[in-house]
Nanobody, 117 residues
Framework: QVQLVESGGGLVQPGGSLRLSCTAS????????MSWYRQPPGKERELVAF?????TRYADSVQGRFHMSRENDTNTALQMNDLRPEDTAVYYC?????????????WGQGTQVTVSS
């Protein structure tokens, strides 16, 4: 059974950093496009970043501040630096068995990130 579990969320002050982790079970992430999405309060879910092979792409709003990486066969990380109040959201890990399609067909349950002083 494919399962994704996010961890690492929390409360951080503006300018701070957090590292989110996504742990896969029931499969290894090689051959999957892994992605991070977020849903700010009262807004639609939006793409943050995705990784195809070893290539990453980022939303303009996080470019230069966030870094996504594959840590091993089951873990994917999102390093978030210089956090801003507008980064406050529930962050979701996604996966799709594809070489090009980054829209997930498997989702984690989400982890809350709150940026506030």
């Amino acid at each position: 059974q494919v399962q994704l579990v996010e961890s690492g969320g929390g409360l951080v002050q503006p300018g701070g950093s957090l590292r989110l982790s996504c742990t896969a079970s029931g499969f290894t992430t090689g051959g999957y496009v892994m992605s991070w999405y977020r849903q700010p309060p009262g807004k639609e879910r939006e793409l943050v970043a995705f990784i195809i092979g070893d290539k990453t792409r980022y939303a303009d709003s996080v470019q230069g501040r966030f870094h996504m990486s594959r840590e091993n066969d089951t873990n994917t990380a999102l390093q978030m630096n210089d956090l801003r109040p507008e980064d406050t959201a529930v962050y979701y890990c996604g996966a799709r068995h594809s070489s090009y399609n980054y829209v997930p067909d498997h989702w984690g349950q989400g982890t809350q990130v709150t940026v506030s002083s």
